[in-house]
């Protein structure tokens, strides 16, 4: 038996609930851990609400798929892994078919990466949502290189700070977009070349000003709705708005027609194009890993809450007034 956290409605914080359940032995190409931390991710609170990019299929309804723990048995045909192995679990699977909000959790053994001696359970649940996105966007897909500006919006949410250390790291010049001036100290102290606060500044204006009238090359922007024609207006002659998230929660337009057609290009993005590829996984597990080692990645760990306060974690998400990633800690 094992607590494992579970809604049985769709709702807010309060649906979710620590229940005990029978864990059971991993099935082929499965392994169980012992779940020590759990990266707390935007996802899992759109899946709890019904508004995430696939609905809760069957419920009651684990969630959750980045953590780090412990190898406790693997099923057969598992390869490379042992038991008493650490691990980090990676999100690559769906909330509809494992999840590792709970004490233990049967995962599948692909969606695991040996965790290195000297990276502690919450560094290795706090790392990898946030770098696969990020390193994913900006150099997989966008192709960004040293040089170049790019803008990151929602810039203190784990992935912001992850993208802003990932451009300062290639030699790109990270612009990080906030609402409010509270986090513009911090933001600067985590390698942003400059913030700009939305809530009292023109956003294309400054991006304008900062980049010599140039416009940026890229904006990796978690926000979406209205604000994306404003970005428009700040992106350089053919040059890229990324949309990873919709904070927003309102309606995206696009942009194009209304500036005259320019040479823009604009497209959604996910974390899977990275997980689903084995090259682009490959290399990124490098960067991140590299990082580590070296110390040049420093995941920023905003708040860790006990498994038992799960729910007052989600709210504490859903506030808005993080810097950086949200953990859930599970003693045993
Ligand atoms: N595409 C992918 O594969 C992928 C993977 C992971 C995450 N994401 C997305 O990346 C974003 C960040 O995720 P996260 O889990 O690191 O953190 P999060 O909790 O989703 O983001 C928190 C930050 O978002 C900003 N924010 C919150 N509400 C907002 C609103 N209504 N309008 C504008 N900004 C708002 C705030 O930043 P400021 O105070 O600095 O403005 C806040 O600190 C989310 O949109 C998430 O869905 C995408």
């Known amino acids: 038996m094992a607590r494992v956290v579970r809604f049985h409605e769709i709702g807010g914080p309060e649906v979710l609930r620590l229940e005990d359940l029978e864990i059971g032995e991993p099935g082929p190409g499965e392994v169980r851990i012992r779940v020590d931390a759990i990266g707390v991710n935007r996802a899992e609170a759109l899946f709890r609400s019904g508004l995430y990019i696939e609905r809760a299929k069957h419920l009651p309804s684990t969630l959750g798929n980045e953590a780090a723990g412990v190898i406790e048995a693997a099923g057969p045909g598992v390869a490379g892994f042992e038991e008493g192995q650490a691990v980090s679990v990676v999100p690559s699977f769906s909330h509809n078919d494992y999840g590792v909000y709970a ?23 706090a790392v990898w949502m946030p770098w696969l996105t990020a390193y994913g966007a900006m150099v997989e897909v966008a192709g960004m290189r040293a040089g170049d500006v790019a803008v990151v919006t929602a810039a203190s949410s784990s992935v912001g700070l992850a993208a802003i250390q990932t451009a300062d790291r290639l030699g790109a010049t990270p612009v990080a977009v906030t609402r409010t001036r509270d986090k513009r100290r911090r933001l600067l102290q ?36 209205p604000g994306v024609a404003d970005l428009a207006r700040a992106v350089a002659p053919d040059g890229t708005i990324v949309l990873w998230g919709a904070q927003s929660g309102l309606p995206t337009p696009y942009p194009g027609f209304d500036l005259g057609m320019p040479a823009l290009n604009m497209r959604t993005y996910t974390m899977l194009e990275i997980t689903r590829d084995p090259g682009r996984m490959r290399r990124a597990t490098a960067f991140v890993t590299s990082g580590l080692r070296t110390g040049s990645l420093r995941p920023v760990v905003d708040r860790l ?28």
């Open 190 to 225: 985590e390698g942003a070349a400059e913030v700009i606060v939305s809530d009292e500044e023109d956003v294309a204006g400054r991006v304008l000003e900062v980049t010599g009238g140039r416009g940026a090359e890229f904006v990796f922007d978690a926000v979406a709705g």
């Open 103 to 125: 004490e233990r959790a049967i995962v599948p053994a692909s969606a695991l990466l040996p965790r290195a001696e000297g990276v502690d359970a919450v560094t290795g649940s």
């Open 305 to 332: 809450f006990p498994l038992e306060e799960v729910v007052e974690a989600h709210r504490y998400m859903e506030s808005g007034t993080r810097f950086g990633k949200i953990v859930i800690t599970v003693a045993h």
